[in-house]
């Protein structure tokens, strides 16, 4: 039986987005009121799809009541409820932020981008076929685009120039791959590839994998995976906090596009092309992981460093989804919740320390104490141990989950060796950066007194700050609810490489009777 809750976490941000853009002219605090009620709404429909994709099969949602695989469907199972009740957390919490610091006064349109921005997320979360998937991709970089740029500044367009340019190449090569896997399949909905790809000539599978490791580059490129994260750094440096906190959902994209096309396309039914993509994604995550360590220990500024932390936990979750188990994607599972939600808040509060270090900025030298130290540095060592995985914070559990489903893998050495490697590196460059922000400070001056006055007013603060430990919290959220969420994610990695049922509910669910639409 065809329900519309797949349908609702799309239409709620779409629609929200118009309706924001017809207020343009009731100004600005109506603009804030709208947008945060849409997320709120947002939130409490996920919340909804989630005890719906829990209790239930997958889900399935024909637009125009068009069935699969000849119309567009919408798919809501565990996972992709998941990521769009994720979304809608870190939203929450960074649109909160920007009311409160009045950072989406900076520009225009800030609220019309950010709810296009969930449209496109949600809508790549829940999309049936590859084409669609394309389509709402373009749609949350289009928003991006704008987000990114919003407030100006010489280093944002330069760093807003490479994330397009870069996008704009991943764009190309997708259709690309969309249309030789179109061209040898004859359709584009992904149960209907998978069963297709099960009873592929031998002659046509050249074709098909090469057009399978193209759209792996694809969403690397999202992912920001090895050698292509070389936008991400300073894309994610150089926008403003709330921003940057909602961007920490945007590699997710790209590794929940590499889990539901490519782990249902070459899922074990495959024949040949079974697993074409796993050597890739563990290796080029190991990589990445020691890339972004080293980034980490070179960074100049807070919110670059935090920006390669936020690499470094794609590179984790890589490695998970390429052990291929469903003890290692549960473990993934856990790790991306605690990852995404650190991150946004480790990027609010880099801006909060910045803010309050006056001309010095996030950079890595000494200067006076900042308004709040005890209070920021505290925080700071919270989100730090959090962030680098160490006990006794969710950080920890899921790596520790990741590497104990790793045991069996015939890479477990090096994936160890790396993933503490990295880790001590990591744990080094917090260290020394808690050190120059609050330890090595420099008496007061009045130079720079204004400027962290004026970043500190009591009641801006407290509303933003607020913000930072909503999202800061979810470490220890995480840890108290272990196991329930150990359960849960088992349960969403079990249907995931229960593929069977998947293509049973895409292709098999009914057209809504023309009685019942009456």
Do not use: C
């Not at 939130?43 to 209790?55: N, R």
């Not at 590859?130 to 970089?141: I, K, M, R």
């Not at 039914?269 to 890339?291: N, S, V």
């Amino acid at each position: 039986m065809m329900t519309a809750t797949p349908f609702l976490p799309v239409l709620i941000p779409l629609i929200g987005g118009v309706l924001v853009l017809l207020a343009h002219r009731g100004g600005l605090n109506l603009q804030r009121l709208m947008s945060l009620l849409l997320v709120l709404a947002l939130l409490l429909v996920s919340v909804d799809a989630m005890q719906t994709a829990i209790q239930m099969p997958p889900q399935v949602y024909a637009l125009g009541n068009w069935i699969a695989p000849f119309g567009i469907v919408l798919v809501l199972d565990q996972l992709s409820a998941l990521m769009v009740l994720i979304t809608a957390l870190l939203a929450l919490g960074a649109l909160w932020y920007a009311v409160k610091r009045k950072v989406d006064a900076q520009g225009a349109h800030f609220h019309v981008l950010f709810q296009i921005q969930l449209f496109g997320l949600n809508g790549a979360f829940l999309t049936g076929d590859v084409f669609n998937l394309f389509v709402f991709f373009e749609v949350l970089l289009l928003a991006s685009y704008g987000l990114l740029l919003h407030g100006s500044g010489r280093l944002r367009t330069r760093a807003g120039l490479h994330y397009v340019a870069i996008n704009l190449i991943g764009s190309t090569l997708f259709l690309f791959a969309v249309g030789a896997l179109y061209g040898v399949l004859g359709t584009l909905n992904i149960a209907d590839m998978a069963n297709k790809i099960a009873h592929l000539d031998p002659q046509d599978q050249g074709v098909v994998a090469a057009a399978g490791l193209l759209l792996l580059l694809v969403f690397g490129i999202k992912a920001a995976l090895f050698p292509l994260y070389l936008w991400l750094p300073q894309a994610y440096a150089n926008t403003t906090a709330p921003v940057a906190a909602l961007f920490a959902i945007m590699t997710k994209v790209g590794l929940y596009a590499i889990i539901r096309v490519h782990g249902t396309l070459f899922g074990d039914q495959a024949g040949d092309l079974a697993g074409l993509h796993l050597p890739w994604i563990l290796w080029l995550g190991l990589i990445t992981m020691l890339m972004a360590a080293f980034g980490t220990l070179a960074a100049r500024g807070l919110r670059e460093q935090v920006a390669y932390l936020v690499l470094a936990s794609v590179a984790t979750l890589l490695v998970g989804i390429g052990l291929n188990s469903i003890d290692a994607l549960s473990a993934t599972l856990y790790y991306l919740i605690h990852s995404t939600l650190i991150a946004g808040g480790f990027f609010l509060l880099a801006d909060l320390i910045a803010k309050g270090r006056g001309a010095y900025d996030d950079r890595f030298v000494s200067g006076p104490a900042t308004p709040k130290a005890m209070l920021l540095g505290a925080t700071f060592l919270f989100a730090a141990i959090a962030m680098s995985g160490l006990p006794p914070l969710s950080g920890f559990f899921g790596k520790v989950l990741i590497l104990s489903a790793a045991l069996d893998h015939p890479a477990f050495s090096w994936i160890i060796a790396v993933v503490l490697l990295s880790g001590l590196m990591m744990i080094m460059a917090l260290a020394r950066s808690g050190s120059l922000l609050f330890y090595n400070t420099l008496p007061e001056n009045g130079q720079d007194a204004p400027a962290a006055a004026d970043a500190s007013k009591e009641h801006d603060f407290k509303g933003a700050y607020l913000a930072v430990a909503s999202l800061l919290s979810a470490a220890l959220v995480l840890v108290a609810l272990a196991h329930p969420l150990g359960q849960f994610t088992q349960s969403v990695a079990q249907q995931v490489f229960d593929a069977p049922t998947y293509l049973q509910q895409v292709l098999h669910t009914p057209a809504v009777a023309k009685e019942a639409i009456r």
